[in-house]
């Protein structure tokens, strides 16, 4: 038996996308995936954009099942990251299904459809820098400018907030950073070394703190709660200099609950001791 499934129903475009596998080994038998004919097995997706088209595999990104072992009667969850294997670069809607293969069983045995979006959302607010001029360098680094944007995209009932860090050629990163909450705003600010900082609010009394380089990097993530104080953003126009001002530090899991815990299964909760990760 096997089942697909994903932790979200809609994601950002160039998002990385995780499928689970299900496999159950009702065959009676063990079932060892190796390099001998007879053992010869394969798991592949099939992937259609909105028009039924297929959305073929990319060049050299085969996933292997080699050295995976099933005994009778067990079930093991992979993780695969769907778009390192398929061009998932266009927006709309997927229509995924995988299936399976052994050279033992007589069948080809496939998934149920499962449906997803890939959206590139709204942008609330965006920002262009350049890269700044460093003494050291550690590694090579494209001197093109970044554009830093906060976009939202509503999934069900929620809508959540992403950052995403292009220039004219490259995607250098997208993440979720967190939900809309009511009427609270945000705040973002540039500094003098074309970092990102970020005030989000989690709760109408608790703030989330991120910090982002030019490279899509995160640089430093803190929660903050309202006391005599509020958390805010405070920014120099004589040196550009950035700063987290006031609150006090908040806990997650004991001053409040973290958005992404409420009723959604996160990869790190699917991956267990029992997993095989691509």
Known sequence: AINLSFNRDVYMLFEH????VTLRNDSGRPLLFGGDPALQGFLLFDVRDSRNRPVYARRDSEI????LMLAPGEV??????LDKHYNLSRTGRY??????????????????????DISKGNTVWSRSVGVP???????????EERTYSLRTLTEKKNIGYYLVVEGEKNIYGVCRVGHVV???????????????????????????YLAFNYEGETLESSYWRVSETVPALIRSDKNGYVKRMGGVPARPGIDFVLPDRIGRISVSQILDESVRSK
């Open 133 to 143: 001029d460093l003494e050291e360098k550690k590694k090579k680094i494209d001197r």
């Open 64 to 67: 292997s099942m080699t050295g």
């Open 17 to 20: 996308i995780y499928a689970c």
């Open 76 to 81: 093991r969850r992979m993780i695969f990251r």
């Open 95 to 116: 229509r995924i299904h995988a299936y399976v293969s052994h050279n033992l069983l007589k069948s080809e045995f496939r998934s149920k459809d499962v449906e997803i």
């Open 182 to 208: 009511g009427y609270e705003k945000f705040q973002a600010e540039v500094d003098m070394l074309s970092r990102l900082h970020l005030l989000l609010p989690v709760t109408s009394r608790i703030f989330h």
